[in-house]
C-alpha cells in the first residue's frame, strides 16, 4: 500500500511509519512535518525507507504534487490542551482548517480513503460509561471542540464529495516513543522523567482518577485495519468515528505503583489542588485566560472509559497490551533516552 502520513515526526506519526515497514516491507510512505511539535530523532532508523518532506500542510499541494495515495493518515494536529487554549485561531487553523487542505489535496489527486486522528476528548464532561461513540457532545475546551468540529467537517465531505473517513477517538495513549521533553509531556511521560531524574513530580489530584489508556501497538492495528476495510470498499462516501481505548479504566495512582515496582525507585510527589493545574503554563499565556477554574478542575479529575464494542464489531479489533507490559517498554526506552 502506498501511505501519506501527515504529523509523521510526531509520536503517532513515527510509529505509525515504523510499525506498516516492519509488517510490510515494500509498502510506500510519505511523510509531512513542519516541526512545531515533531523530532527529527524519531525518524532516524526509519529515514531512508521514508520519503519525508519537512513543511506545512498549507502548502500540500506544493509540497507533493498530485500523488494518489491508498491511504491518508491524518496526525497532525496542536494537542497540548493549554496551547489551544492559548490561541483559539491557531487551534481552529491547525486543527480544523488544515483538514481542508488535506481533504481537497485527497480529492484533486484521487485518493479516495482518509484516517482522522480525532480524539476521546471530544466526550469532555459526560457521565456515560463506557462512552458510546454516539452519545451527545458538548465541548467547553478548545482542543476538543476543534477535533468534533474537524470530524464533522469530514462527515459533510464525504456525504457531499465521495470521500471515506474513519475518525479515531483516541483515548490516552502511551508507548516508547511518547513525548517526554515538552513543556507539558502527557502524564506518563512526565511520570517517567522525574523518576528517572530522580526528580519531584508536581501532581495536581488525589491520583485517584482513572483513565483509559491505550498502548501505541494496539493503536497502530486499529489504524490498519481502518485503512485496509476502507480500501476493500467498493463506492466512497463512509463517514465512521471509532473509539480508541481498552476499556479499562486505571487511576494513577495505580501506574506510579507499576512504574516503581518495574524501576525499583520510589517516585517523589508533591501534590496539589486540580483547580491550580494550569497556573504552571502561566509563562505560555501572553493574556489572562478568562477560563473558570471548574472547567481545569473537572478536566483534571475526569474519568474516561472507551466503550470497544463499535471497534470490535466493525473492525474485529479489541486491545491486547496489558498495561504493566506497555510502561515497561516505556521505561527501558525513557532509560536510554532520558540523561540523568
Ligand atoms: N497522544 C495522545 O494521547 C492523543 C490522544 C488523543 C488524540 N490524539 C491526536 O492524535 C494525533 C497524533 O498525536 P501525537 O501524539 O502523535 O501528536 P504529536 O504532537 O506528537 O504529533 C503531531 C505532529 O504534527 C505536526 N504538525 C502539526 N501541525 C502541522 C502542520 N500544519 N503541518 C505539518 N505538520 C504539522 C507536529 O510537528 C507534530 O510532529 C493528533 O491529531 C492528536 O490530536 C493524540
Known amino acids: 500500500m502506498n501511505y501519506l502520513i501527515t504529523g509523521i515526526a510526531g509520536f503517532v506519526g513515527s510509529s505509525l511509519a515504523r510499525a506498516i515497514l516492519t509488517k510490510h516491507p515494500k509498502a510506500r510512505i510519505t511523510g509531512i512535518d513542519n516541526m512545531s511539535f515533531g523530532y527529527r530523532e524519531r525518524l532516524s ?39 489551544c487554549q492559548r490561541d483559539s485561531y491557531r487551534a481552529l487553523s491547525q486543527n480544523v482548517a488544515i483538514c481542508g487542505a488535506v481533504a ?12 482522522f486522528f480525532s480524539s476521546g476528548a471530544i466526550y469532555e464532561g459526560t457521565a456515560q460509561f463506557p462512552t458510546r461513540e454516539d452519545i451527545s457532545i458538548a465541548t467547553s475546551l478548545i482542543y476538543p471542540t476543534t477535533k468534533y468540529i474537524a470530524e464533522q467537517y469530514f462527515e459533510a465531505m464525504c456525504r457531499s464529495h465521495g470521500l471515506n473517513v474513519t475518525a479515531i477517538r483516541l483515548f490516552n495513549l502511551y508507548g516508547p516513543h511518547q513525548d517526554y521533553f515538552r513543556k507539558q509531556p502527557p502524564l506518563i511521560g512526565y511520570l517517567l522523567t522525574n523518576l528517572i531524574r530522580d526528580q519531584q513530580a508536581v501532581l495536581f489530584s488525589s491520583g485517584e482518577q482513572c483513565r483509559d489508556y491505550i498502548y501505541i501497538d494496539d493503536l497502530l492495528e486499529l489504524v490498519q485495519l481502518s485503512a485496509v476495510k476502507m480500501m476493500n470498499e467498493l463506492t466512497g462516501g463512509k463517514f465512521v468515528a471509532v473509539n480508541a481505548g481498552s476499556g479499562e479504566p486505571v487511576s494513577v495512582n495505580a501506574i506510579i505503583e507499576i512504574l516503581e515496582t518495574l524501576s525499583g525507585r520510589q517516585l517523589k510527589i508533591e501534590r496539589r489542588p486540580a483547580a491550580q493545574y494550569w497556573d504552571k503554563y502561566n509563562e505560555l499565556f501572553d493574556r489572562p485566560i478568562a477560563l473558570d477554574r471548574i472547567v481545569i478542575e473537572r478536566e483534571v479529575n475526569k474519568h474516561t ?36
Open 45 to 83: 532508523d526509519i529515514v531512508d525507507r521514508i520519503e519525508f518532506i519537512e513543511g506545512d500542510l498549507v502548502d500540500i499541494e506544493r509540497l507533493l504534487g498530485r500523488r494518489r495515495f491508498d491511504s491518508i493518515v491524518h496526525c497532525a494536529a496542536i494537542a497540548p490542551l493549554p496551547e
Open 104 to 115: 481537497d489535496y485527497a480529492l484533486a489527486s484521487g485518493s479516495r480513503d482518509i484516517v
Open 305 to 340: 472509559q472507551a466503550a470497544i464494542t463499535k471497534a470490535r464489531e466493525e473492525l474485529g479489533w479489541v486491545a491486547k497490551v496489558g498495561l504493566q507490559e506497555g510502561l515497561n517498554a516505556c521505561l527501558n526506552h525513557a532509560q536510554r533516552i532520558i540523561l540523568l
